[in-house]
């Protein structure tokens, strides 16, 4: 199998999922095999609109890349990025500025295997595999100092990434290091899985993630917001996937309150 696919790593355990080919398959990608789209299947049948949040959440992410360089934003630390598609921050970066770095971090190697094919040369774009519980690992990683100038502001990436982070590992500490290491101005982008409207389905959802062998800490909207510390919140705060500045152009993505996703943008001050 990992010969048939060039973009699989040696060594890969192709018999378990992945969360992130389970994301790209949501996503309509190719990145993913049996196993992943198996899993894939049992949580659409309890959570139909899952495919749909996902696409969401990654439309998010776009806009929110739009408008931090509308701000003035010309570097970007991508801490999750996961299998690369269309429509990837440097492709949304690099059209409105081609100046825009972006160093994009993963610790799931096919995402990186994937991720060094795509940016392979392309000089401004580069991909740390690193685990985001390890934040010097991860600033102190060459292709970081390589790229990035943290004494400029820079655009802090946590898209979708923090619900696999437990309790125990304190993503708002984790958060918080990174939110320390970089300047006055930076933005910080997230979203979040939450539990508000979601009743039994966030149960089971966490339950199948966690026999897949990647644990998934859904959290309430409240919780969320603290993970933005001292990050001044930009209008219109902490909402619903489909709500943070939505694109009027961009077709109409339904029912906001099915979206069990909240996202936000903060700036560091």
């Given at each position: 199998m990992q010969q048939e696919h060039g973009w699989v790593p040696p060594g890969i355990d192709l018999s378990r999922p992945s969360a992130a080919r389970v994301y790209d398959y949501y996503l309509g990608g190719s990145h993913n095999f049996g196993v992943d789209r198996e899993l894939a299947?049992?949580?659409?049948?309890?959570?139909?609109?899952l495919p749909m949040i996902m696409q969401a959440n990654r439309a998010f992410?776009?806009?929110?890349?739009?408008?931090?360089?509308?701000?003035?934003?010309?570097?970007?630390?991508d801490i999750g990025s996961g299998i690369p598609t269309v429509g990837n921050v440097h492709e949304v970066a690099q059209e409105l500025d081609p100046d825009c770095r972006v160093v994009y971090v993963d610790i799931d190697p096919v995402a990186v295997a994937h991720s060094r094919i795509m940016l392979a040369g392309n000089d401004f774009s580069e991909i740390v595999q690193a685990d985001l519980r390890q934040p010097e690992r991860v600033l102190d990683a060459p292709q970081t100092k390589a790229l990035l100038d943290l004494s400029q502001p820079v655009a802090v990436l946590m898209v979708a990434v923090l619900h696999f982070v437990p309790d125990e590992a304190d993503p708002a500490g984790l958060v918080r290091q990174y939110l320390d290491a970089v300047a006055p101005g930076s933005f910080l982008v997230l979203s979040h899985a939450c539990l508000e409207g979601v009743g039994e389905q966030a149960e089971f959802h966490q339950k199948l993630y966690r026999?897949?062998?990647?644990?998934?800490?859904?959290?309430?909207?409240?919780q969320v917001a603290g993970l933005f510390g001292q990050a001044r919140l930009v209008e219109p705060g902490l909402v619903r996937l489909p709500l943070w500045r939505p694109d009027p152009a961009a077709p109409h993505e339904g029912d906001p309150a099915v979206f069990a996703g909240f996202a936000a943008v903060g700036q560091k001050v």
């Open positions: 299947r049992v949580a659409i049948e309890d959570w139909p609109e992410l776009r806009r929110a890349v739009k408008f931090c360089v509308q701000a003035g934003i010309r570097q970007f630390l026999r897949a062998g990647s644990a998934l800490t859904m959290r309430t909207v409240d």
